[in-house]
């Protein structure tokens, strides 16, 4: 199946603005690793699975602008329009995504230092204050209930309590008569 000559260039717009897309979805995981500082071994497994999607988008790519038939101004178009948008969208993309990240991390500094500080310190003190009378209550609590502790027998009946007693009494008795 032949292509005219003049459904060429077209598809050539149509590659270049599909690896603009491609460059956009590149700076996606671009995010991410400025988000969340990644190893290297994430960034590998990162840009593996970017470029076996790439590999599998290009596909469908070609399958639906030229009836599958892979042509090389097709993967010629994707690089020129990755390259265009990684050089000037993807640059100004990356710099403000980082300013962000760092506005936010000043930020955060600023309310660690201005905020979170003193209120962690005022509830520290008022803690202190209000930390003996709450931890004797507490303490009160535990006793009463453990003191109140429901038994199945009675105080006097209880057997392991039976049995200590007699062997108690039964000593007393075996050491008078060793003494006499």
């Known amino acids: 199946m032949e292509q005219s000559l003049s459904s060429q260039p077209i598809i050539f717009g149509y590659a270049c603005l599909f690896g603009i897309l491609l460059g956009a979805y590149y700076d996606i995981f671009r995010i991410i690793r400025i988000l969340t500082a990644s190893e290297r071994r994430h960034i590998f497994f990162q840009d593996v699975f970017y470029l076996g999607s790439c590999g ?11 009836k599958g038939e892979f042509r090389f101004y097709i993967l010629a178009g994707e690089i020129i329009g990755w390259c265009v948008y990684h050089l000037t969208v993807g640059a100004v993309t ?13 930020s955060i500094a600023f309310l660690n230092v201005h905020f979170f500080g003193p209120a962690f310190r005022i509830s520290q003190k008022v ?17 009463s209930v453990a003191k109140s502790k429901i038994r199945l027998k009675q105080r006097g009946k209880v057997v392991y309590n039976a049995d200590k007693r007699v062997a108690g009494k039964n000593q007393k008795k075996t050491k008078r008569k060793k003494r006499a």
Do not use: D, H, Q
């Open 56 to 66: 599998v988008l290009t596909f469908l790519f070609t399958f639906a602008a030229n």
């Open 94 to 106: 990356l710099r403000l995504i980082k300013w962000i990240v760092s506005l936010l991390e000043k």
């Open 127 to 143: 803690a202190g204050l209000m930390g003996r009378p709450v931890c004797s209550f507490f303490c009160f609590i535990k006793k």
